[in-house]
């Protein structure tokens, strides 16, 4: 499928946007999750807590009228406050069965429940203002077990809350778990997107770049590969256009400067007079066939060389330095070329006259004699780039 660069980081965005929306769900459905089973854990604890305060109370209460009645005749108010606390701790129990969880507890529960009936029909038989030895004992050993499963229930209670502690650590930890392996996966992915879609959208940038410092190289011979059809892929394409006609344009000018450059030597040549060109740095750019057979050089011992590095006479650079340095013609100056061995003898024996000046030359030493005329060509910009010598036997009129 083929997007174009505006849909390539619409659908990155909106990617990005999914993600971050079902990380955020995710920890929301988590935290909620977690809020849920702990309010629902806190509140069935605080409940079965509220009827247990209001058991103990109830038992307490039983107990004193059991000592009561144990110690002092009972009387009819006695026996009616004594089925009234059961009736109240039946019904307390009865409330407290559906939020008992564990077996035991509901088992202790129940025994109690048993115990508070039983009590209940022995005060029912009981008759006030007598003192039945049989159920006297009853009751107090009914009260006794009461209290027995209270406690008891109390301790399975403390030991359940301690398994909430447990269960509810359990919980949180787990939720904790999750969610760090959720983050880690949107972290992951994250920077899976994060290296992936910039380099997807860059990439094509880079090989245009790559392509425009290739042509400031002047390197013509290089296109841009990009096969989608989207805004790079028509930049792309045009440029691949500018570059063929870059190139094709190089092609015509170096044909048109060969085209000069052959015009230009079959002219000099014409002339039958030494003829030379340097740049504005010195260096040698052409000299004609007829300057060659003087100073006795090849091709590669001069041309693109600055004129110290040659076997140049010293005459000829000191005129090109002049017009160099003026930037302006110089006319008849004079030039003396020596053959190699002339100048290879003055260099060994360094001979001078009396005055301190070289011995002149002997004539057949001498193998040109005569003035040079040097000639700026002015370039573009207003600027003088090339420096022409043309040597003559003669003064130049």
Known sequence: MNLSL?????????????????????????????????????????????????????????????????????????????????DGLSSQLN?????IRDKNVSDVVTRMQTYVDSLKVVISKALPMQRDTSGMSAIADLADKILEAFSEF???RQEEGRDQDRRLRKIINETKRIMMIVLIIGFLFTIILALVVPGKIALP??????????????????????????????????????IHNFKQFEELRTDRINVEHRKFDALANMVKKPVMLANAEGNLIYMNN?????????????????????????????????????????????????????????EEND????????????????????YANVIPIRGKESSLDYYLMVLSSEVFA
């Open 6 to 86: 505006r849909g390539r980081v619409t659908t990155s965005f909106i990617v990005a946007n999914i993600m971050v929306l079902a990380l955020s769900f995710t920890v929301f459905h988590y935290l909620n999750s977690l809020n849920r089973e702990i309010e629902s854990i806190t509140e069935s604890s605080n409940k079965v807590m509220l009827i247990t305060d209001e058991i103990r109370i109830s038992a307490v209460q039983i107990l004193k009228m059991q000592r009561k009645i144990l110690t002092k005749k009972p009387t009819q108010d006695d026996l009616d406050r004594i089925s009234n606390l059961c």
């Open 95 to 99: 409330q407290l069965s559906p939020n």
């Open 351 to 370: 001979a001078l006259d009396a005055d301190g000046n070289p011995l002149p030359a002997k004539q057949e030493d001498i193998i040109f004699k005569g």
């Open 290 to 346: 007829f300057l060659y057979s003087i100073l006795q050089v090849q091709t590669e011992d001069v041309i693109g060389k600055t004129m110290q590095e040659t076997l140049m006479p010293d005459s000829i650079i000191e005129a090109y330095e002049v017009a160099i340095k003026r930037r302006s013609k110089i006319e008849n100056a004079e030039v003396i070329i020596y053959t190699r061995e002339h100048e290879a003898e003055r």
């Open 154 to 156: 109390q301790d399975l």
């Open 205 to 242: 940038f880079k090989k245009i770049k790559d392509a425009i410092r290739e042509l400031q190289d002047c390197n013509f011979d290089v296109s841009i590969y990009y096969s989608q059809d989207d805004e790079i892929g028509e930049i792309a394409r045009e440029m691949n256009k500018m």
